[in-house]
DNA sequence: ATTAGGG
DNA sequence: CCCTAAT
């Protein structure tokens, strides 16, 4: 590859990445999935160095004037798998596009290399690296330039990675990485690049639900070919392609032949969304490393096994699993805005904000409808519903604990009651907050039903917390004591991005609460037990009886810890 | 910016 | 969970 061909081919990617602001805005569709905001991201990097895909591989925790978050990077491994394929994607494209200018029709055999030689080079321990095997790109590796795309500049540099110890689960994770990357072997964009841009726009719109404004068919093309990964259906898909290329099938049976393989299961994706929504698997493509650099690695089994769906990307458990794991998004403005003075906007949790909010500039409206605020809140959701039906996606009912609900007068507000009403939302908020593998359990049909009655949107607020994140929770406190609550939040929920550090407080302050309606219930020999105490062991209210005694939290010491347990009962009593 | 505490 | 006051 020469200097030439290479300048092309970065304009070629230049294509791909850099549209303009006005486009991004202009076409919602922009901002439907993780993927749009890399290409997002590129935006703000258009020179396309080896940070740049640091930047994309932990979006989550990336600031555009600070690069990454070091202490959080670690943990955002879930979107990297992802990026690989976007990225191997962009120079297979990148490739395939130069290839076919000299070479009309025939696509040369080198060009599925691209994808299948990426190799996770695991040797470096807690570096995070994938290069090429192929040796021409390799030798341009270093330097770094404007090829970087070519070369596929998937690298970290070790000093991000060292600081946590985290070798262990990123070792583990390798296996899965090159099962996605394996699987990300695109034949796709074979066929797709045959199609003309009218039938990828025809694709487009049967994948995500909506016409597009794009035109750009190397956007569009990456556009389906993640749509139909996102549905799981890319092996299928590919399946059919592969067929039908052999078979010398013309253009119109590809966009055919697309539109079957998505016709089955996947034109409506509110009706899968109804179908699939409780399901455990949905998280597993993105699950996360949660805990990862957790001193005692509270791991979490679930973790496991969502590596292991991963990995085994091949079963039809993980199309469905794929299938879930990224759907279209529509953004919904229409109808806000007329909203918009019952709304106040207000902020939210530091990192998210950082990662999101800031960098990206997105019309990420985030109105909040207090119980306050007389027939605001009902109101304002039935509206944004009628304006805009067309972007109704089903409330992702998120999990709400009923049986809190008994309790809820003895708790402070655990059980939170329609606070936000979240709209315009990339699928990535929600799929990172539900993507802790932990959460999996969380999901309430009751609740989603009720939910979705209720006109509600499909960001929710509140989080239940799972035993394995209460059980965090008091492992940070047992260890850096209480009220030090910024640092647990650092080091126990650095991957939870929901779980501010006043949360953790406020969950500490339940826990406390509800720890001693516990002993309270006991000692009248009641075994009404709350959900929660059925899902929390013994012990650890034992433990969260301990540190009460040990930390006595402020005022909550007074009134009902200190009082009952502190002074006239034995902490570990009970234990 | 964090934390405590009320709602 | 949200908000505010205090630090």
Same mark, same amino acid.
């Given at each position: 590859?020469?200097?030439?061909?290479?300048?092309?081919?970065?304009?070629?990617?230049?294509?791909?990445?850099?549209?303009?602001?006005?486009?991004?805005?202009?076409?919602?569709?922009?901002?439907?999935?993780?993927?749009?905001?890399?290409?997002?991201?590129?935006?703000?990097?258009?020179?396309?160095?080896?940070?740049?895909?640091?930047?994309?591989?932990?979006?989550?925790?990336?600031?555009?004037?600070?690069?990454? &978050?070091?202490?959080?990077?670690?943990?955002?491994?879930?979107?990297?798998?992802?990026?690989?394929?976007?990225?191997?994607?962009?120079?297979?494209?990148?490739?395939?596009?130069?290839?076919?200018?000299?070479?009309?029709?025939?696509?040369?055999?080198?060009?599925?290399?691209?994808?299948?030689?990426?190799?996770?080079?695991?040797?470096?321990?807690?570096?995070?690296?994938?290069?090429?095997?192929?040796?021409?790109? &390799?030798?341009?590796?270093?330097?770094?330039?404007?090829?970087?795309?070519?070369?596929?500049?998937?690298?970290?540099?070790?000093?991000?990675?060292?600081?946590?110890?985290?070798?262990?689960?990123?070792?583990?994770?390798?296996?899965?990485?090159?099962?996605?990357?394996?699987?990300?072997?695109?034949?796709?964009?074979?066929?797709?690049?045959?199609?003309?841009?009218?039938?990828?726009?025809?694709?487009?719109?049967?994948?995500?639900?909506?016409?597009?404004?794009?035109?750009?068919?190397?956007?569009?093309?990456?556009?389906?070919?993640?749509?139909?990964?996102?549905?799981?259906?890319?092996?299928?898909?590919?399946?059919?392609?592969?067929?039908?290329?052999?078979?010398?099938?013309?253009?119109?049976?590809?966009?055919?032949?697309?539109?079957?393989?998505?016709?089955?299961?996947?034109? &409506?994706?509110?009706?899968?969304?109804? &179908?699939?929504?409780?399901?455990?698997?949905?998280?597993?493509?993105?699950?996360?490393?949660?805990?990862?650099?957790?001193?005692?690695?509270?791991?979490?089994?679930?973790?496991?096994?969502?590596?292991?769906?991963?990995?085994?990307?091949?079963?039809?458990?993980?199309?469905?699993?794929?299938?879930?794991?990224?759907?279209?998004?529509?953004?919904?403005?229409?109808?806000?805005?007329?909203?918009?003075?019952?709304?106040?906007?207000?902020?939210?949790?530091?990192?998210?904000?950082?990662?999101?909010?800031?960098?990206?500039?997105?019309?990420?409206?985030?109105?909040?409808?207090?119980?306050?605020?007389?027939?605001?809140?009902?109101?304002?959701?039935?509206?944004?519903?009628?304006?805009?039906?067309?972007?109704?996606?089903?409330?992702?009912?998120?999990?709400?604990?009923?049986?809190?609900?008994?309790?809820?007068?003895?708790?402070?507000?655990?059980?939170?009651?329609?606070?936000?009403?979240?709209?315009?939302?990339?699928?990535?908020?929600?799929?990172?907050?539900?993507?802790?593998?932990?959460?999996?359990?969380?999901?309430?049909?009751?609740?989603?039903?009720?939910?979705?009655?209720?006109?509600?949107?499909?960001?929710?607020?509140?989080?239940?917390?799972?035993?394995?994140?209460?059980?965090?929770?008091?492992?940070?406190?047992?260890?850096?004591?209480?009220?030090?609550?910024?640092?647990?939040?650092?080091?126990?929920?650095?991957?939870?991005?929901?779980?501010?550090?006043?949360?953790?407080?406020?969950?500490?302050?339940?826990?406390?609460?509800?720890?001693?309606?516990?002993?309270?219930?006991?000692?009248?020999?009641?075994?009404?037990?709350?959900?929660?105490?059925?899902?929390?062991?013994?012990?650890?209210?034992?433990?969260?009886?301990?540190?009460?005694?040990?930390?006595?939290?402020?005022?909550?010491?007074?009134?009902?810890?200190?009082?009952?347990?502190?002074?006239?009962?034995?902490?570990?009593?009970?234990?």
């Amino acid at each position: 590859m020469d200097t030439e061909s290479k300048d092309a081919l970065v304009d070629e990617n230049a294509s791909i990445f850099l549209h303009s602001h006005a486009e991004v805005d202009q076409d919602l569709s922009y901002l439907t999935t993780f993927e749009d905001e890399v290409t997002r991201l590129q935006h703000y990097l258009p020179e396309c160095n080896m940070d740049c895909f640091d930047g994309t591989v932990g979006f989550e925790t990336f600031n555009s004037l600070k690069g990454f &978050n070091v202490d959080s990077f670690p943990c955002a491994f879930d979107y990297d798998h992802i990026n690989f394929d976007s990225d191997a994607l962009d120079l297979y494209l990148a490739q395939e596009a130069e290839e076919t200018k000299g070479d009309s029709n025939t696509l040369p055999a080198t060009n599925k290399k691209v994808l299948g030689d990426f190799r996770i080079d695991s040797a470096c321990k807690g570096t995070f690296c994938a290069e090429p095997a192929d040796e021409a790109s &390799n030798s341009s590796y270093g330097s770094c330039e404007k090829t970087c795309l070519g070369n596929v500049a998937l690298k970290s540099q070790s000093s991000h990675f060292q600081k946590r110890e985290c070798h262990s689960e990123i070792s583990s994770m390798y296996p899965s990485m090159e099962i996605a990357l394996e699987s990300a072997s695109d034949r796709a964009p074979l066929l797709l690049d045959k199609m003309r841009t009218q039938d990828l726009r025809q694709v487009f719109s049967r994948i995500f639900g909506w016409e597009t404004s794009v035109m750009d068919k190397q956007w569009l093309k990456r556009r389906i070919v993640f749509g139909l990964q996102n549905r799981g259906e890319l092996v299928d898909s590919l399946n059919l392609l592969e067929f039908d290329k052999t078979s010398n099938a013309d253009e119109e049976k590809a966009v055919v032949l697309l539109n079957t393989a998505l016709s089955g299961s996947a034109c &409506n994706s509110t009706d899968i969304l109804d &179908n699939q929504l409780n399901s455990r698997e949905k998280h597993v493509k993105r699950a996360r490393l949660a805990g990862c650099n957790s001193l005692k690695s509270v791991s979490s089994p679930l973790r496991e096994v969502g590596f292991c769906s991963v990995s085994e990307s091949n079963t039809a458990e993980a199309l469905v699993t794929q299938k879930q794991t990224r759907r279209p998004t529509r953004i919904c403005t229409k109808g806000l805005q007329e909203q918009n003075s019952r709304y106040h906007h207000r902020k939210c949790g530091a990192s998210y904000k950082n990662a999101r909010d800031d960098f990206l500039n997105v019309k990420t409206h985030k109105h909040h409808c207090r119980r306050g605020t007389g027939t605001g809140q009902l109101n304002c959701q039935e509206e944004s519903l009628k304006g805009t039906s067309s972007c109704t996606e089903v409330p992702l009912g998120l999990a709400v604990q009923i049986g809190e609900s008994t309790k809820k007068s003895h708790l402070v507000n655990d059980f939170d009651n329609c606070k936000d009403n979240e709209v315009s939302v990339s699928d990535e908020d929600f799929d990172r907050e539900t993507s802790s593998a932990e959460s999996q359990d969380d999901v309430s049909e009751v609740d989603s039903v009720t939910r979705r009655k209720r006109g509600r949107k499909r960001k929710q607020r509140h989080r239940r917390w799972t035993p394995s994140e209460v059980m965090k929770l008091i492992e940070g406190v047992s260890m850096y004591g209480v009220g030090k609550w910024t640092h647990i939040k650092k080091l126990l929920f650095s991957s939870s991005s929901h779980r501010t550090s006043v949360n953790l407080k406020d969950k500490w302050r339940n826990l406390l609460k509800a720890c001693n309606n516990e002993m309270q219930k006991k000692r009248k020999g009641e075994q009404g037990e709350t959900q929660l105490s059925h899902q929390l062991s013994e012990s650890i209210w034992c433990q969260v009886r301990e540190l009460a005694v040990i930390y006595s939290y402020p005022k909550e010491s007074k009134s009902k810890v200190s009082c009952n347990t502190v002074a006239s009962s034995t902490p570990s009593y009970y234990c």
